[in-house]
C-alpha cells in the first residue's frame, strides 16, 4: 500500500542543477536506509547514493563531489541534489526506503516508480 512518490527531476544542460525527491504515501512507523538509484538505457541499475538511518553516507565515485544525499527523518523522505551535471548523468533515478509499516516490523524496501533526469550538452 505504501507508495513513494518522486518529484524533481527534468531536463537540464551541462553544469546545471537539479534536486530530487522522494516522499512516501501511506502510513509509516519508522524508516531506516535510504538510497538513490539510477539506470541508464541499455544499463545496469547502480547505486548512486545511500544515506543509512543513523546519517551515514555513501556515493558513487561518479557523483562524489557533485551530489548529496539527506534525509527528513520526521516525514520519512529523501532528496538528493545534483550539481555540476553531466551528460553521463543521464538515467532514470530510483528512491528506495527501507520502511517498517508497524511496530515490532523489520523494514522492508520500497522502490519509486522511477524518474528522468536528462543532461544535454
Known amino acids: 500500500q505504501v507508495q513513494l512518490m518522486e518529484s524533481g527531476g527534468g531536463s537540464v544542460r551541462v553544469g546545471g542543477h537539479l534536486e530530487l525527491s522522494c516522499a512516501p504515501s501511506?502510513?509509516?512507523?519508522?524508516?531506516?536506509?535510504m538510497g538513490w538509484y539510477r539506470q541508464a538505457p541499455g544499463k545496469e541499475r547502480e547505486l548512486v547514493s545511500s544515506?543509512?538511518?543513523?546519517?551515514?553516507?555513501l556515493y558513487a565515485d561518479s557523483v562524489k563531489g557533485r551530489f548529496s544525499i539527506s534525509r527528513d527523518n520526521a516525514k520519512n523522505t529523501l532528496n538528493l541534489e545534483m550539481n555540476n551535471l553531466k551528460t553521463a548523468d543521464t538515467a532514470v533515478y530510483y528512491c528506495?526506503?527501507?520502511?517498517?509499516?508497524?511496530?515490532?516490523?523489520?523494514?522492508?524496501?520500497?522502490w519509486g516508480q522511477g524518474i528522468q533526469v536528462t543532461v544535454s550538452s
Open positions: 501511506g502510513y509509516i512507523f519508522r524508516s531506516c536506509n
Open positions: 544515506v543509512s538511518s543513523d546519517g551515514t553516507t
Open positions: 528506495a526506503l527501507e520502511l517498517g509499516q508497524y511496530s515490532g516490523a523489520y523494514c522492508s524496501v520500497y
